[in-house]
């Protein structure tokens, strides 16, 4: 929950129902920011929003930089270039069978092209590889 804490044993029974496919909704986010190292055990209400508050400012900065790239520059910048064409056809090619991306510019998508572009940007040397 929100103000409690969580000890290895919960953080374990969390990881079976994971793997089990077996994670509530109402708690999803929560349990897998613990599940990948975002949260720690024992973490506080106080020091989790801290995190969170971080990491936003972080992807904040991300968006930032990806986004503020001029088309003059981009025609200088191979590497991005490469990496952002991977990303708008990956994202293009998601289910749109799904009707939260139906649309091009559905706010899933949209979002889903932030996050991708903001990965590129954060792991540049690493990049993006498609299917990722």
């Not at 613990?34 to 801290?50: M, N, P, Q």
């Not at 708008?88 to 009707?99: A, G, S």
């Not at 939260?100 to 510019?105: L, Q, T, Y």
Request: charge should be neutral; proline fraction near 2%.
């Amino acid at each position: 929950g929100k103000g409690t804490m969580v000890s290895e044993d919960q953080l374990r029974k969390v990881r079976i129902k994971a793997y089990n496919g077996c994670i509530a909704d109402d708690i999803r986010g929560e349990a897998w920011a613990y599940l990948l190292g975002v949260f720690k055990v024992g973490s506080t209400e106080a020091d989790r929003k801290a995190v969170l508050a971080a990491h936003k400012e972080q992807y904040d900065t991300l968006v930032q930089q990806w986004s503020s790239i001029f088309p003059e520059q981009e025609a200088k910048f191979g590497m991005f270039r490469e990496h952002k064409i991977a990303i708008v056809k990956d994202v293009m090619r998601t289910d749109r069978q799904l009707p939260e991306f139906k649309e091009d510019s559905s706010t899933l998508l949209v979002t889903l092209h932030r996050i991708l572009m903001s990965y590129a940007m954060l792991n540049f040397d690493l990049g993006y590889c498609q299917g990722m």
